[in-house]
Protein backbone atom coordinates (compact mmCIF):
# COMPACT_ATOMS: atom_id res chain seq x y z
CA UNK A 1 0.00 0.00 0.00
CA UNK A 2 2.91 2.42 0.72
CA UNK A 3 4.64 1.54 -2.46
CA UNK A 4 1.50 2.27 -4.13
CA UNK A 5 1.12 5.56 -2.41
CA UNK A 6 4.73 6.31 -3.19
CA UNK A 7 4.21 5.87 -6.79
CA UNK A 8 0.63 7.85 -7.11
CA UNK A 9 2.54 11.13 -4.96
CA UNK A 10 5.04 10.65 -7.80
CA UNK A 11 2.74 10.75 -10.29
CA UNK A 12 0.75 13.85 -8.98
CA UNK A 13 4.43 15.61 -9.34
CA UNK A 14 4.52 14.90 -13.07
CA UNK A 15 1.65 17.60 -13.19
CA UNK A 16 3.58 20.17 -10.98
CA UNK A 17 6.61 20.07 -13.41
CA UNK A 18 5.87 23.56 -15.56
CA UNK A 19 7.20 21.81 -18.64
CA UNK A 20 5.06 19.16 -18.49
CA UNK A 21 2.16 21.54 -17.66
CA UNK A 22 2.84 23.70 -20.31
CA UNK A 23 3.07 20.80 -22.53
CA UNK A 24 -0.35 19.35 -21.80
CA UNK A 25 -2.20 22.91 -21.79
CA UNK A 26 -0.72 23.59 -25.67
CA UNK A 27 -2.30 20.45 -26.60
CA UNK A 28 -5.45 21.46 -24.94
CA UNK A 29 -5.19 24.63 -26.57
CA UNK A 30 -4.41 23.24 -30.20
CA UNK A 31 -7.54 20.95 -29.67
CA UNK A 32 -9.91 23.61 -29.61
CA UNK A 33 -8.24 25.55 -31.83
CA UNK A 34 -8.45 22.79 -34.40
CA UNK A 35 -12.07 21.90 -33.07
CA UNK A 36 -12.99 25.66 -34.02
CA UNK A 37 -11.52 25.34 -37.23
CA UNK A 38 -13.37 22.09 -38.63
CA UNK A 39 -16.77 23.77 -37.14
CA UNK A 40 -16.86 26.81 -38.76
CA UNK A 41 -15.81 24.81 -42.25
CA UNK A 42 -17.81 21.79 -41.79
CA UNK A 43 -21.00 24.89 -41.14
CA UNK A 44 -20.39 26.60 -43.93
CA UNK A 45 -19.73 23.47 -46.46
CA UNK A 46 -22.82 22.29 -44.49
CA UNK A 47 -25.18 24.55 -45.30
CA UNK A 48 -24.07 24.46 -49.15
CA UNK A 49 -24.73 20.51 -49.01
CA UNK A 50 -28.10 21.26 -47.10
CA UNK A 51 -28.98 23.76 -50.05
CA UNK A 52 -28.60 21.20 -52.33
CA UNK A 53 -30.41 18.51 -51.58
CA UNK A 54 -33.26 20.22 -50.32
CA UNK A 55 -33.81 22.32 -53.12
CA UNK A 56 -31.87 21.65 -56.39
CA UNK A 57 -34.94 19.59 -57.48
CA UNK A 58 -35.62 20.44 -61.27
CA UNK A 59 -33.62 20.44 -64.07
CA UNK A 60 -29.95 20.21 -64.33
CA UNK A 61 -30.17 21.25 -60.70
CA UNK A 62 -30.69 17.85 -60.16
CA UNK A 63 -26.90 16.92 -60.62
CA UNK A 64 -26.07 18.77 -57.40
CA UNK A 65 -28.43 17.43 -55.47
CA UNK A 66 -27.57 14.17 -55.78
CA UNK A 67 -23.68 14.71 -55.64
CA UNK A 68 -24.77 16.34 -51.82
CA UNK A 69 -26.33 13.20 -51.41
CA UNK A 70 -23.99 10.86 -51.84
CA UNK A 71 -21.09 13.06 -50.56
CA UNK A 72 -23.50 13.11 -47.71
CA UNK A 73 -24.47 9.63 -47.28
CA UNK A 74 -20.92 7.90 -47.90
CA UNK A 75 -19.31 10.32 -45.03
CA UNK A 76 -22.45 9.46 -42.34
CA UNK A 77 -21.99 6.00 -42.94
CA UNK A 78 -18.04 5.57 -42.50
CA UNK A 79 -15.84 6.03 -39.65
CA UNK A 80 -13.83 9.23 -39.05
CA UNK A 81 -10.86 7.05 -38.35
CA UNK A 82 -10.75 6.21 -41.83
CA UNK A 83 -10.87 9.52 -43.57
CA UNK A 84 -8.17 10.08 -41.21
CA UNK A 85 -6.02 8.07 -43.13
CA UNK A 86 -7.17 8.47 -46.44
CA UNK A 87 -6.65 12.15 -46.09
CA UNK A 88 -3.47 11.55 -45.29
CA UNK A 89 -2.21 9.52 -48.10
CA UNK A 90 -4.56 11.51 -51.05
CA UNK A 91 -5.05 14.77 -49.86
CA UNK A 92 -2.54 17.41 -51.19
CA UNK A 93 -0.96 19.81 -48.51
CA UNK A 94 -0.07 23.40 -48.86
CA UNK A 95 3.81 24.43 -49.11
CA UNK A 96 4.63 25.42 -45.55
CA UNK A 97 7.49 27.46 -44.40
CA UNK A 98 9.87 26.52 -41.27
CA UNK A 99 9.43 29.76 -40.12
CA UNK A 100 4.92 28.74 -39.45
CA UNK A 101 6.30 25.14 -37.87
CA UNK A 102 8.83 27.15 -35.03
CA UNK A 103 5.83 29.49 -34.36
CA UNK A 104 3.30 26.54 -34.27
CA UNK A 105 6.44 24.52 -32.11
CA UNK A 106 6.17 21.93 -34.17
CA UNK A 107 9.12 19.56 -35.57
CA UNK A 108 9.20 20.10 -38.42
CA UNK A 109 7.01 21.04 -41.77
CA UNK A 110 5.98 17.58 -42.42
CA UNK A 111 4.14 17.86 -38.66
CA UNK A 112 2.27 20.97 -40.06
CA UNK A 113 1.30 19.19 -43.55
CA UNK A 114 -0.11 16.42 -41.71
CA UNK A 115 -1.85 18.40 -38.88
CA UNK A 116 -3.40 20.23 -42.38
CA UNK A 117 -5.05 17.17 -43.50
CA UNK A 118 -6.47 15.83 -40.30
CA UNK A 119 -8.15 19.20 -40.30
CA UNK A 120 -9.19 18.50 -43.29
CA UNK A 121 -10.95 14.86 -42.81
CA UNK A 122 -12.62 16.09 -39.69
CA UNK A 123 -14.14 19.04 -41.47
CA UNK A 124 -15.31 16.86 -44.33
CA UNK A 125 -16.84 14.02 -42.19
CA UNK A 126 -18.23 16.74 -39.80
CA UNK A 127 -19.79 18.59 -42.84
CA UNK A 128 -22.01 15.70 -43.65
CA UNK A 129 -23.44 15.67 -40.12
CA UNK A 130 -24.29 19.34 -40.03
CA UNK A 131 -25.72 19.03 -43.49
CA UNK A 132 -28.33 16.68 -42.20
CA UNK A 133 -28.70 18.97 -38.99
CA UNK A 134 -29.46 22.02 -40.85
CA UNK A 135 -31.45 20.30 -43.52
CA UNK A 136 -33.99 19.59 -40.16
CA UNK A 137 -33.66 23.22 -39.38
CA UNK A 138 -34.34 24.09 -42.98
CA UNK A 139 -37.60 21.80 -43.30
CA UNK A 140 -38.32 23.34 -40.01
CA UNK A 141 -39.40 26.32 -41.73
CA UNK A 142 -43.32 27.21 -42.42
CA UNK A 143 -43.66 27.37 -46.35
CA UNK A 144 -45.86 30.17 -46.26
CA UNK A 145 -41.94 32.20 -44.88
CA UNK A 146 -41.14 31.30 -49.25
CA UNK A 147 -45.03 32.52 -50.79
CA UNK A 148 -45.00 35.62 -48.56
CA UNK A 149 -40.99 36.53 -49.42
CA UNK A 150 -42.04 36.25 -52.84
CA UNK A 151 -44.69 38.52 -52.86
CA UNK A 152 -42.35 41.18 -51.59
CA UNK A 153 -40.66 40.72 -54.37
CA UNK A 154 -37.87 39.12 -52.98
CA UNK A 155 -35.48 36.30 -55.09
CA UNK A 156 -34.68 32.61 -54.29
CA UNK A 157 -31.41 33.90 -52.84
CA UNK A 158 -32.57 36.79 -50.87
CA UNK A 159 -35.25 34.38 -49.56
CA UNK A 160 -32.85 32.07 -48.59
CA UNK A 161 -30.44 34.35 -47.17
CA UNK A 162 -32.66 37.15 -45.79
CA UNK A 163 -35.20 34.80 -43.91
CA UNK A 164 -35.27 31.45 -44.47
CA UNK A 165 -31.44 30.50 -43.44
CA UNK A 166 -31.60 32.47 -40.43
CA UNK A 167 -34.66 30.94 -39.08
CA UNK A 168 -33.47 27.56 -39.62
CA UNK A 169 -29.93 28.49 -37.68
CA UNK A 170 -31.52 30.05 -34.78
CA UNK A 171 -34.01 26.90 -35.07
CA UNK A 172 -30.86 24.33 -34.81
CA UNK A 173 -28.66 26.68 -32.62
CA UNK A 174 -28.75 23.67 -29.49
CA UNK A 175 -28.18 20.64 -31.85
CA UNK A 176 -25.20 22.87 -33.33
CA UNK A 177 -23.81 23.00 -29.95
CA UNK A 178 -24.14 18.88 -29.83
CA UNK A 179 -22.51 18.22 -32.51
CA UNK A 180 -19.58 20.89 -31.27
CA UNK A 181 -19.53 18.43 -27.99
CA UNK A 182 -18.95 15.32 -30.57
CA UNK A 183 -16.41 17.68 -32.79
CA UNK A 184 -13.89 18.37 -29.86
CA UNK A 185 -14.31 14.48 -28.71
CA UNK A 186 -13.77 13.29 -32.25
CA UNK A 187 -10.29 15.57 -32.54
CA UNK A 188 -8.75 12.99 -30.49
CA UNK A 189 -8.59 10.95 -33.46
CA UNK A 190 -6.32 12.91 -34.30
CA UNK A 191 -3.47 11.34 -32.14
CA UNK A 192 -3.00 8.72 -34.21
CA UNK A 193 -1.64 11.09 -36.96
CA UNK A 194 -0.30 14.18 -35.17
CA UNK A 195 1.28 15.15 -32.03
CA UNK A 196 -0.02 18.89 -30.54
CA UNK A 197 -3.55 18.04 -29.85
CA UNK A 198 -4.48 16.98 -26.12
CA UNK A 199 -4.82 13.14 -26.32
CA UNK A 200 -1.58 12.97 -28.54
CA UNK A 201 0.87 15.23 -25.81
CA UNK A 202 -0.77 13.03 -23.18
CA UNK A 203 0.31 10.13 -24.82
CA UNK A 204 3.72 11.36 -25.30
CA UNK A 205 4.30 12.58 -21.38
CA UNK A 206 3.19 8.92 -20.72
CA UNK A 207 5.98 7.35 -22.80
CA UNK A 208 8.87 9.92 -20.71
CA UNK A 209 6.37 9.60 -17.52
CA UNK A 210 9.88 8.05 -16.25
CA UNK A 211 11.85 11.28 -15.99
CA UNK A 212 9.00 12.95 -13.88
CA UNK A 213 7.91 10.33 -11.76
CA UNK A 214 10.84 10.44 -8.92
CA UNK A 215 12.43 7.22 -10.21
CA UNK A 216 14.57 8.58 -12.59
CA UNK A 217 18.46 8.00 -11.30
CA UNK A 218 20.41 8.96 -14.16
CA UNK A 219 21.26 8.15 -18.24
CA UNK A 220 21.82 4.40 -17.15
CA UNK A 221 19.38 4.18 -14.69
CA UNK A 222 16.12 5.54 -16.43
CA UNK A 223 13.29 4.37 -13.91
CA UNK A 224 9.93 2.99 -14.57
CA UNK A 225 6.64 3.99 -15.80
CA UNK A 226 3.85 3.18 -13.34
CA UNK A 227 0.04 2.37 -14.17
CA UNK A 228 -0.71 5.64 -11.28
CA UNK A 229 1.27 8.01 -14.26
CA UNK A 230 -1.34 6.67 -16.58
CA UNK A 231 -4.10 7.10 -14.10
CA UNK A 232 -2.85 10.84 -13.63
CA UNK A 233 -2.40 12.05 -16.93
CA UNK A 234 -5.14 10.09 -18.47
CA UNK A 235 -7.52 11.56 -15.65
CA UNK A 236 -6.02 14.83 -16.81
CA UNK A 237 -7.08 14.72 -20.39
CA UNK A 238 -10.64 13.77 -18.75
CA UNK A 239 -11.30 16.24 -16.73
CA UNK A 240 -10.32 18.55 -19.16
CA UNK A 241 -12.39 16.87 -22.14
CA UNK A 242 -15.18 16.64 -19.40
CA UNK A 243 -15.02 20.68 -18.09
CA UNK A 244 -15.29 22.00 -22.06
CA UNK A 245 -18.16 19.47 -23.11
CA UNK A 246 -20.06 19.56 -19.23
CA UNK A 247 -19.54 23.66 -19.84
CA UNK A 248 -21.40 23.30 -23.51
CA UNK A 249 -23.87 20.72 -22.25
CA UNK A 250 -24.90 22.90 -19.90
CA UNK A 251 -25.53 25.38 -22.23
CA UNK A 252 -27.37 23.09 -24.79
CA UNK A 253 -29.95 22.11 -21.81
CA UNK A 254 -30.38 25.47 -20.56
CA UNK A 255 -31.48 26.53 -24.04
CA UNK A 256 -33.74 23.97 -24.85
CA UNK A 257 -35.36 24.88 -21.51
CA UNK A 258 -36.16 28.53 -22.94
CA UNK A 259 -37.24 26.93 -26.28
CA UNK A 260 -39.60 24.60 -24.57
CA UNK A 261 -40.91 27.49 -22.61
Request: proline letters at 2%.
Amino acid sequence: MNGFLEDLKGSFGILSNADVMSYLLRGLMFTLVISVIAIVFSLLLGVALALARNYCTRGPARVLQKMASIYIELFRNTPLMLWMFVCFVMCPAPAVSKSLAEMLGMSSTVAVKTLFKAIVALTLFTSAIMAEIIRGGLNSVAKGQFEAAYSQGFGMMQTMTLIVLPQALRNIVPTLLSQMITTIKDSSYMASLVTVELMACTKLIISKANAYNGTWVDRFNRGTIHVTDVFVLFGFAFLAYFAINFTLSCLVRRMRGRRSR
